[in-house]
């Protein structure tokens, strides 16, 4: 016999409890809107109603993927980013709220006919909460054909934006930016590259660890192989045009940052800080 809408919502934050009250109750509110196809508000409405049969069904399928490990993006096929629903496919990782800060340090630094390029699209996450602020011309690279796929369904809406995605690597010779942004002022690169030290990868929640694609996560022995590659391969050729470059850091890394950036003296840069203090996103312009 179904419980009532508020014995189930009780019983999934039990069953979620050691996630923490707050964490458990907004999973909770995530499984049983997913599983019911019903707003949060309807849900309200319907508070001493029971769950119909069908609802039941798929709120314990549900249940047990998330209590086995399962992030929750993976399981509800959908994410939220920079305030938009995003669709997330497993195997592709899930957008971080740190690359939200990313995406407002891009967003300052626009400037009228800029080309956008990035190393690594992932989900599309950052193009697409780019092109919710304004329309871009964009390009971009990934060697995942998952996280390709997974973009080209986020990015689809935003026609008046110019997008295009490369299933390719980004150091490939046939990736031919360097052609791309040769006749191009200003140019932006951006990246949330991997940039775990394979080292740190055992200290990771396991749900990161067992699910997330290492490739989005190691990079290289140090984990700074992506910055060292993307900078001689973009700011140290002689050029006409502006260039640019955002990037994602992880924790620690500045110092490491800040003495590579300062081999390359025609640029500077400057480092924002996430939430929680650490210098996460550094921004590259122009000496
Ligand atoms: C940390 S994820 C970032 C994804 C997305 N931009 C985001 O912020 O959510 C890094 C991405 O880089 C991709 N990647 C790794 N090596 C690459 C390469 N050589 N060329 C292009 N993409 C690469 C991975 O497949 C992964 O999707």
Redesign the pocket.
Same mark, same amino acid.
């Given at each position: 016999m179904p419980q009532p809408t508020h014995q189930a919502f009780a019983m999934l934050c039990h069953e979620l409890a050691h996630l923490g009250q707050n964490e458990a109750q907004s999973e909770a509110w995530h499984l049983l809107t997913n599983a019911s196809e019903m707003s949060k508000t309807k849900l309200l409405t319907h508070w001493r109603d029971p769950i119909d049969v069908l609802t039941a069904k798929k709120l314990a399928r549900l249940l047990k993927k998330r209590k086995a490990g399962q992030p929750l993006a993976y399981i509800l096929g959908e994410w939220s /980013?920079y305030g938009h629903p995003i669709a997330i496919h497993k195997g592709? =990782? @899930? +957008?971080?709220p740190e690359?939200e800060l =990313?995406v407002s340090v891009v967003d300052a630094l626009l400037q009228k006919d800029m080309y956008l390029f &990035?190393? $690594?699209? $992932?989900? $599309? %996450? @950052?193009p697409m909460a780019l092109a919710m602020i304004q329309p871009i011309t964009y390009e $971009?690279?990934?060697? !995942?054909k998952r %996280?390709i796929s997974n973009a080209h369904i986020n990015l689809a809406p935003h026609t008046d934006s110019q997008i295009q995605i490369h299933h390719?690597? /980004? /150091?490939?010779k046939t990736?031919n930016w360097r052609k791309k942004i040769a006749g191009k002022a200003p140019t932006l690169l @951006? !990246?949330? +590259?991997?940039?775990i030290p394979p080292q740190d990868i055992a200290d990771l929640q396991s749900e990161v660890r067992n699910y997330e +694609?290492k490739? %989005?996560?190691v990079g290289g022995h140090d984990g700074l192989s /992506?910055y060292r590659?993307l900078c001689k391969a973009y700011l140290s050729e002689p050029h006409q045009n502006q260039r640019f470059m955002v990037l &994602?850091a992880g924790i620690h890394q500045r110092p490491a940052i800040d003495a590579l950036l300062s081999t390359y003296p025609r640029y500077t840069w400057t480092w924002h800080q996430d939430l929680e203090g650490i210098d996460r996103v550094v921004a590259v312009k122009p000496a």
């Open positions: /980013f592709v =990782l @899930i +957008p971080r690359t =990313l &990035e190393l $690594g699209v $992932g989900s $599309g %996450a @950052i $971009g690279w990934d060697v !995942s %996280a390719q690597s /980004f /150091f490939a990736a @951006i !990246s949330n +590259p991997p940039y +694609p490739r %989005a996560l /992506f590659r &994602e």
